[in-house]
């Protein structure tokens, strides 16, 4: 772990601040996983967002570099992971370093190229499953699957924000590979 600086620090900070101004939302909801929870974290609303996605990609580079996480390209199912993605890549641009975006559909395409993972070709090379945020895992463990067969070197799950309800340990448990996650529940004031 490495100590961080004054700019990543603030980094964090304004995010932080940011996800609790805009995408925390006090109400009874249902979750895609079908688990009711009487708050709803939505992230679409930072990692659109002007200001935050720029915080967004800079704040998971610098978790994945302090975690010693080597890749070349990141992404997820779509469509909560493909701004994530789109945020790393260009804070790895910005930083001189060539890491490339991808999207992972739900199932393989049955017509064209038939490829379930877009972009640049993951096959040979280490990637890492991003997602915004998680509640049971499934999302981020179907993209790991779809990688996988389409040949990437999985390394790392990670999300912005971490709910608490045991994705960590499925993902950890079932991908077999590190999960990493920015923000805790907690630190955004949720019990």
């Known amino acids: 772990m490495t100590a961080e600086t004054p700019v990543q620090t603030t980094d964090r900070s304004r995010l932080l601040e940011l996800i609790k101004e805009l995408a925390v939302v006090h109400e009874r909801v249902t979750l895609s996983s079908g688990v009711e929870a009487d ?4 992230l679409r609303r930072i990692t659109l967002h002007h200001e935050a996605s720029v915080l967004v990609g800079r ?6 570099d302090d975690a010693g996480i ?10 909560g992971a493909d701004p994530v993605g789109t945020a790393v890549m260009y804070a790895a641009a910005q930083a ?11 199932t393989q395409k049955t017509h064209g190229m038939g490829r379930q993972v877009e972009g640049p070709d993951v096959a040979g090379r280490g990637v890492v499953v991003l997602e915004d945020t998680s ?8 993209a790991v699957e779809g990688v996988r067969r ?5 390394r790392a799950v990670a999300v912005i924000v971490d709910r608490s309800t ?8 079932e991908a077999g590979v590190p999960y990493l996650f920015a923000f805790g529940k907690d630190e955004l004031g949720l019990a």
């Not at 001189?96 to 739900?106: C, E, H, L, M, S």
């Not at 389409?150 to 999985?154: K, L, N, P, S, T």
């Open 59 to 64: 704040v998971m580079l610098q978790m994945l």
């Open 150 to 154: 389409a040949g990437g070197d999985v």
């Open 39 to 42: 708050y709803y974290i939505d």
């Open 166 to 173: 045991g994705s960590k340990e499925r993902i950890e448990s």
């Open 96 to 106: 001189g370093r060539p890491i490339d975006a991808f999207v992972v559909r739900k």
């Open 135 to 142: 509640t049971t895992g499934g999302s981020a463990l179907t």
């Open 70 to 79: 080597a890749f070349e390209a990141a992404g997820g199912l779509t469509m």
